[in-house]
């Protein structure tokens, strides 16, 4: 049903990059890829490390990239209630290694994605300043979503590694004091999120290095065969970026029905502008800079058939100072037996038109002649573009069943500042209220209460023409869609749109809302709940999401890559797959009920 999904959103949905439901076909086609089966407990510094070292690549991270991050040498929280003497006051070992093991180890660690490790005193002294000013800057760690009034999320995220303003505070006063490192503890504290999968059961791995060189943005599809001799599901994904200088960003496509494996022989690679030029691809998952580990809930896994290929798309940004290699690969963790849920990613947005149906790029403050228009102004510090879409309740004569978000993952390039996701939900009552649906029913029965099933619909439609008009629109879609698939007759066609959901949801979610968006910090952010807790989207709900761009030279991002490329002054900026294009993108992780697990 998911694979049905994104096929549904393939046909509805432009598709740019990484908005790969990947329905453009490149024509260049060659060989490919290779498997080792090592477990692998440590990955290569990825763009993630960029970001962090700030000029290392002359694209500074940015210390006035929202209002949000105060100046460096302004302290987010009040410090009166931690200022102490130095003797008294924080040390490293009793205050500051609990806050870095909860919330910084998982990355800084010997051969994590940071630059370099905080583990111990000697590592972390020197550092003592970088840290209280990049944290109190809300810079670190790079967790960028809010919660406040503009989103509220109602689950919990999945290792939330946001510092408390106590513990920034601590940090602070550390610093100030002289860095005291204190009195080792017996049992030092153990990192809490470690930014590698916990097992590594596969990695699969291009069959030899690519050369970036140039000027322009290239796209390669890297053909990669598993070698399952039968089906398998996985439970994790972790990207390990080689290079990341040039690394912009990954998809992971199944590619079920082995269409490119003729090119398992030679360079292993094909340009694939545009996706990995498949009839039907799925996406397993993807990556950008910041990217951590994916792992699904206790009970669910996506699953790879047998004889499947596995198609990598890498988007690579060259530097233009010569050639930089990368051989990006993925690590898999293998499910144990047959999940109860299937999970699957999908991509949603890259709208550049109003498509109707409660779906596309909805009216701006800015659109040319008040047609809703893709294009953020040249110079225009504060422009916001925003989409919807509303889930249908068939698609190529299946229902699509209710889905289980599990993370949430928002997407614009280097104009980006900030996005927030949002549901809003049609669906938190029956389709069907009763007082509408009521004087219907009363009608069919007295008129097509002969009529056969095939003959129900057209009979209710003519003969209860007003009655019918009457329903809401999502009542009629509902009752239209169920006609065709429910075997049990009229009743059961009107209990399945006349059945309030089994849980009550709020009408209006918000799922994620990332006032400090940074293109080189970007992640899913999952939710800490076990499946049946998570939130459900169900036919008839929409998707929101609002997409604000800073196209200024205020913009640093921006400003460092007009440089690059000799310009001196921003452009008006469209839906594309460059990097002084932009996006606004969703994606989403999501679960449905694996009709497999019956069989178990």
Not at 70 to 78: F, H, I, N, Q
Not at 93 to 100: F, K, R
Not at 371 to 400: C, D, R, W, Y
């Amino acid at each position: 049903m998911l694979r049905l999904l994104s096929k549904l959103l393939c046909s509805l949905v432009p598709v740019l990059a990484l908005g790969a439901l990947a329905c453009q076909e490149s024509t260049s086609v060659q060989p490919s890829g290779g498997v080792t089966t090592d477990t692998v407990g440590t990955t290569t510094a990825d763009m993630a490390s960029t970001a962090a070292t700030d000029s290392a690549n002359g694209t500074p991270e940015a210390s006035s990239d929202t209002p949000a991050s105060p100046p460096l040498d302004t302290p987010t929280a009040p410090l009166d209630a931690a200022e102490t003497t130095a003797t008294t006051g924080p040390t490293f070992h009793g205050d500051v290694l609990p806050i870095l093991a909860s919330k910084c180890q998982g990355c800084h660690l010997e051969g994590g994605i940071a630059p370099f490790p905080l583990l111990t005193y000697a590592q972390v002294k020197p550092l003592a300043t970088l840290i209280a000013t990049t944290t109190a800057a809300l810079r670190m760690p790079p967790f960028d979503v809010s919660t406040g009034a503009n989103c509220e999320p109602r689950l919990p995220y999945l290792d939330d590694i946001r510092l408390s303003d106590a513990e920034r505070a601590t940090l602070e006063v550390w610093s100030k004091n002289g860095a005291a490192e204190g009195t080792p503890s017996a049992t030092p504290p153990v990192p809490k999120a470690i930014a590698n999968l916990k097992k590594v059961d596969l990695e699969a791995i291009p069959a030899q290095d690519y050369s970036v060189e140039g000027s322009a943005d290239d796209f390669v599809c890297f053909v990669i065969d598993p070698g399952f001799k039968e089906s398998k599901y996985i439970k994790g994904i972790h990207f390990v970026a080689d290079n990341a200088k040039v690394a912009h960003h990954a998809l992971l496509f199944l590619d079920a029905d082995r269409e490119k494996a003729s090119t398992l022989t030679g360079a292993g690679n094909y340009k694939c502008f545009g996706g990995p030029d498949l009839k039907s691809p799925q996406l397993l998952h993807g990556w950008a800079p910041g990217g951590q580990p994916l792992e699904f809930p206790a009970g669910a896994a996506t699953k790879v058939p047998a004889g499947a290929l596995l198609v990598m798309q890498m988007h690579y940004h060259p530097t233009g100072k010569g050639a930089e290699l990368d051989r990006t690969k993925v690590q898999l963790e293998f499910f144990d037996g047959v999940p109860d849920y299937l999970a699957t990613a999908v991509l949603i947005g890259n709208f550049d038109k109003a498509e109707g149906n409660g779906m596309g790029l909805l009216p701006g403050a800015d659109d040319p002649g008040g047609k809703p228009t893709f294009v953020i102004p040249a110079g225009k510090a504060g422009h916001t573009e925003s989409m919807s879409f509303t889930l249908p309740f068939e698609f190529e004569n299946q229902l699509l069943e209710p889905l289980q978000v599990f993370a949430v993952a928002p997407h614009m390039h280097i104009v980006g500042k900030s996005m927030d996701i949002r549901v809003q939900r049609n669906t938190t009552a029956e389709y069907c209220p009763s007082d509408t649906l009521n004087p219907f029913i009363e009608c069919y029965l007295g008129a097509c209460s002969k009529a056969t099933p095939a003959e129900a619909s057209a009979c209710a439609q003519a003969s209860c023409a007003k009655q019918y008009a009457a329903l809401p629109p999502i009542c009629t879609a509902c009752l239209g869609a169920m006609a065709k698939y429910k075997t049990g007759g009229v009743q059961e066609v009107i209990a399945s749109c006349a059945t309030p959901p089994a849980i009550a949801l709020p009408k209006d979610e918000c799922f994620v809302d990332s006032q400090t968006y940074r293109f080189y910090w970007q992640r899913f952010y999952a939710f800490d709940a076990p499946v049946e807790k998570l939130s459900t989207l169900r036919p008839g709900d929409t998707l929101v999401f609002n997409c604000l761009y800073d196209n200024s030279m205020a913009n640093p991002l921006l400003a460092a890559e007009l440089s690059a490329q000799g310009l001196s002054l921003p452009q008006p900026v469209t839906l594309g797959e460059t990097t002084l294009s932009e996006m606004c993108l969703v994606g989403l992780q999501l679960l449905s009920k694996n009709p497999e697990a019956k069989k178990k």
